[in-house]
């Protein structure tokens, strides 16, 4: 069985499309990965953006940001966040096998615009709910860019539209499911007792096996690394024929030998990579109200000087006025006196 259902959505008319990346095993791993690589500044960074009944556990909200796309997850807000569901993916010219991000990635609405998005707006943002939303958006979309059908063909939806039956299943499930959690789920039951925990920590042994990569601080580089994962492996079946929309596939033993490996190299890759963007997160902190408080103090202070200023220029003035005005009174008087005299 697949970790949940994925439905497609009719709001306003429009046919939403699914776009869980990994499924939430994929998705804790490599927030939990990521977290297993914070230097202690970046843990201090990070610790108090979680929520405080997760204790200390980030990669409970590692699928945040899918969860409150939908109805059964979030009954009464979905709607209010639909306009983040572009945000979880790109979609490329089919078999076009290039990223063009001019092209792709319009105004940065797309996966790897978010993670540069939200990035920023840790950096710059000190309100604490924009500081946990951009925290959350950033951990998940950063899984979601290592899983390759997330830059997958435009005219399938990611693989969604292409259909059949895996490991001889007498259901249909489709090739995009598949990579977000069915070989995962597969991989678990066999080899780990359905353990996540040992799983992750299969994982984690690969990924402190990984080298440094120049790419690692490059989002249109691992974007470029899913085309190439998307043209040359996913959409070919066992027999190395293209899978589409109209054909219903049947995929097995040999595709998910060729797959689950690629899929482990991607999670590792994504906890590193997720880990690396948060520590860097320690250095460069937003102002907080009390800086910023100090810069706004001086400007008012700035403004009390001139505004005393002028009063004080106000009342010399109306000094002056009154004892003009005093004179010209008593002068009138004596004038008075003397004229009856
Ligand atoms: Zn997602």
Known sequence: MFERSCWILFFFGKILVCVHGWGPVGHATVVRL????????????????????WNGNLSAMASWADDILYSDANPTGYGNWQWSRPLHYINVPDWNCEYRPERDC??????????????????????????????????HFTGDIHQPLHTGFVSDRGGNSIKGHYMNGSYLTNLHSLWDSGMITTRLRRDFGSNSTLYYEYIHKLMLEQSPQEDDNTIDAWVKDNVNIVCTQIYLDENNHTMNASTNFTLGEAYYNRSISIIERRLAQGGRRLGIILNRLANKRPIKPDDKDKTLCTSTIVLIAVLAAVCIVGVVAGVILWIRYKKRATQSISFNLARKT
């Not at 990521?34 to 009944?53: D, F, K, N, V, Y």
């Not at 790897?112 to 500081?131: F, H, P, S, V």
């Open 34 to 53: 990521a977290q297993s690589q914070l230097t202690p500044e970046g843990l201090e960074r990070i610790a108090p953006l979680i929520p405080w009944h």
């Open 106 to 139: 319009i105004n940065d609405i797309c996966v790897a615009g978010a993670i540069r998005n939200y990035t920023k707006r840790l950096e710059t943002e000190w309100d604490d709910i924009q500081q946990r939303e951009a925290l959350y958006f950033l951990i």
